[in-house]
Nanobody
C-alpha cells in the first residue's frame, strides 16, 4: 500500500487548503482501511488531526473541530482533508495514514501505512 499526499502549501491565517491522500497498491481499496490525518512540527509530538472509517464515521481533535472536514472518495481511493479558517498553530507537516484495525482514529500507533507528508504553512 502506498499513500501520497498533496495539496499542502502556504496560506494566510483565515484561509483554506484541501489536502488529498491517494492510495494505491494491489489487493486493497481504501474502503478496507480506516484513514487518518496526522501532523507534526519539529520538537512536538505527532498529533492525530482527523480520522475516518469506511462507513464514514469520523473523529477530530478538539482544536480543529468545526474548521476541518475529512472525507473519502472510495471510487478513486482518495481521502481529503478540507481545512478552513486556518490558524498559525496549524502549521505542520501533515501525514496521511491507513490502518485495517484501528480502534482510536487519532492514535498513530494503530495505523500500518504512512505517506511522506505535505507541508502546510500558515502565516499572519
Amino acid at each position: 500500500v502506498q499513500l501520497v499526499e498533496s495539496g499542502g502549501g502556504s496560506v494566510q491565517a483565515g484561509g483554506s487548503l484541501r489536502l488529498s491522500c491517494a492510495m494505491s497498491g494491489s489487493g486493497y481499496t481504501d474502503s478496507t482501511f480506516c484513514m487518518g490525518w496526522f501532523r507534526q512540527t519539529p520538537g512536538i509530538e505527532r498529533e492525530g488531526v482527523a480520522g475516518i472509517d469506511s462507513d464514514g464515521s469520523s473523529t477530530y481533535t478538539a482544536s480543529v473541530k468545526g474548521r476541518f472536514i475529512v472525507s473519502r472518495d472510495s471510487a478513486d481511493n482518495i481521502v481529503h482533508l478540507l481545512m478552513t479558517n486556518l490558524k498559525l498553530e496549524d502549521t505542520a507537516m501533515y501525514y496521511c495514514a491507513a490502518g485495517r484495525y484501528v480502534a482510536d482514529r487519532l492514535r498513530g500507533s494503530e495505523y500500518e501505512y504512512w505517506g511522506q507528508g505535505t507541508q502546510v504553512t500558515v502565516s499572519s
